[in-house]
């Protein structure tokens, strides 16, 4: 696949949709798009009429209809990648129109399998594609062609895996809570690891107030991308440059992510989507062993019925539902908040990370409430239950938010901080990178930064180490001695 990793040198939807409606397509073709999906008949006299049309819904099921199987998944292929790919890409789907081999131009490979996709796929008005600026390379027309699915349709596609409704009382949802295990690995007191380990990009771990997953603040996309990347790393296949770029697990995953409320597939079903994405692989890993990986990592759940084993993607416990934040939060005094790990809903325990300092007391998860951080809140997160109950239930936060409401729109002076001046820009850079996660390195304009008294020992011990000089002015000095 000539995936484009030149962003510069990629189009848009918006533009390739233009050029195509504008200079790419004949009346030809526009008639034949036109006919199969229904479109309005002024669309045939007006080029604008009919860029604006093209993306709506009218039509595309019907044109769907028309495709077999391959043509159908191969589509999901396009939707899964994401982006624009070239001619080359479409060799998978019509393999008979490829010649191979040497001797050819690049015209003459390609040209019965450009054909095919006119008439099988734009004709019918399921693709974008138009031609690419031509560069300073002596390229033809047919090398700079691109071509791309529309997102606008993805939610019509059929599902590339068969859906299977199972809802009987007596059959059982088999999940692993590797999610909330993670989480418990906060209160384990073990020494950290070598920042150089391997490990540390999946350690969970306090630092300054703040939780962080490895070096970055703890997220749960960045909590279920690290559990992903372990389902990813079990299922490999070799990375050949005409294979897609989507590991096995994501096309997994993207099958999956088609199934409704109580809809399940079965492994084999997702096989034949594999095998178009990877057309060089002569022995693909098992599909349903690499499911059983994702069940086993925590990325599915399963159920077996009928003497089938069925899967779909875990449904991951972020939104707070039916629980009050008194079922996981206890107010233990006027500073701390204790949580319970074991059934907060991931997205409060992210917005908390971001409005609070955490802290390990008593083998418990507890914060407190920080000013500087909730006055950076966004109002979606100010307006969340649990920050409301916060408010209303525990004295710290109702004083800060209070304090934040009364300064909102005026000059807040902050105490306890101190500026400095650093004159040499690599020495300026290097701190701002040592402590970018703890976000208490703020940068000024020109020479300056400023950060809490409680960071001077940390700051002094980088720029001594760093081989530069510590200088102290006090306030009634002049600036320039």
């Known amino acids: 696949m000539a995936k484009m990793k030149d962003a510069e040198e990629c189009m848009d939807k918006d533009e390739m949709l233009k050029r195509m409606c504008q200079l790419g397509l004949s009346q030809a073709d526009i008639k034949a798009i036109c006919k199969i999906r229904d479109l309005p008949p002024a669309c045939l006299k007006s080029r604008n009429l009919f860029q604006h049309n093209f993306l709506s819904d009218t039509g595309i099921e019907k044109a769907m209809t028309s495709l077999d199987e391959r043509q159908t998944l191969f589509l999901h292929l396009l939707n899964a990648a994401g982006e624009e790919t070239d001619i080359k890409f479409f060799t998978r789907l019509y393999k008979e129109a490829y010649p191979g081999g040497y001797g050819y131009t690049f015209n003459d490979k390609y040209k019965v399998v450009f054909n095919k996709v006119k008439t099988e796929l734009i004709r019918k008005g399921l693709l974008l594609y138009a031609?690419?600026?031509?560069?300073?390379?002596?390229?033809?027309v047919l090398e700079r062609q691109r071509f791309m699915f529309p997102t606008d349709f993805s939610h019509l596609l059929p599902p590339p895996a068969e859906p299977v409704l199972i809802d009987k009382p007596g059959d059982k949802i088999e999940r692993k809570h590797v999610l909330r295990d993670k989480l418990a690995e906060i209160l384990e007191t073990k020494k950290a690891p070598d920042p150089q380990s391997d490990s540390v990009q999946g350690n969970l771990h306090i630092k300054d107030g703040s939780l962080l997953l490895g070096k970055s603040p703890f997220t749960v996309k960045r909590l279920n991308g690290w559990n992903s990347s372990r389902w990813s790393s079990s299922v490999r296949i070799d990375p050949k440059s005409d294979n897609s770029p989507l590991s096995p697990v994501e096309i997994i995953s993207y099958a999956l992510s088609f199934?409704?409320?109580?809809?399940?597939?079965?492994?084999?079903?997702i096989l034949p989507l594999w095998e178009i994405a990877y057309p060089t692989v002569t022995k693909l890993p098992h599909i349903r062993s690499a499911c059983e990986k994702g069940w086993k990592y925590g990325c599915l759940e399963k159920i077996t019925s009928d003497g089938k084993t069925f899967y779909r993607l875990l449904r991951i416990d972020t939104g707070i539902g039916n629980r009050k934040p008194e079922d996981f939060l206890s107010i233990k005094n006027h500073d701390f908040i204790e949580i319970d790990l074991s059934c907060i809903p991931l997205d409060t325990l992210e917005r908390l990370c971001g409005t609070c300092n955490m802290s390990i007391r008593q083998g418990r998860l507890t914060f407190q409430p920080d000013l500087v951080k909730i006055s950076h809140a966004s109002e979606e997160i100010k307006e969340a239950p649990t920050f409301v109950w916060l408010q209303k239930h525990h004295q710290a936060f109702t004083k800060i938010v209070r304090a934040i409401n009364k300064r909102e729109g005026k000059t807040v002076v902050h105490n306890n901080l101190m500026t400095a001046r650093i004159r040499d820009l690599s020495l300026k850079v290097l701190l701002e990178k040592k402590f970018t996660d703890t976000k208490q390195v703020v940068s000024l304009?020109?020479?300056?930064?400023?950060f809490p008294v409680n960071l001077l020992s940390e700051i002094q011990k980088v720029v001594t180490k760093s081989g530069h000089a510590v200088k102290f002015i006090d306030a009634n000095a002049n600036a320039n001695d």
Not at 131 to 140: A, D, I, M, V
């Open 259 to 269: 199934l409704k409320e109580r809809e399940w597939a079965v492994p084999d079903d």
């Open 445 to 450: 304009s020109e020479e300056f930064i400023s």
């Open 131 to 140: 031609e690419k600026p031509k560069g300073w390379g002596n390229t033809t």
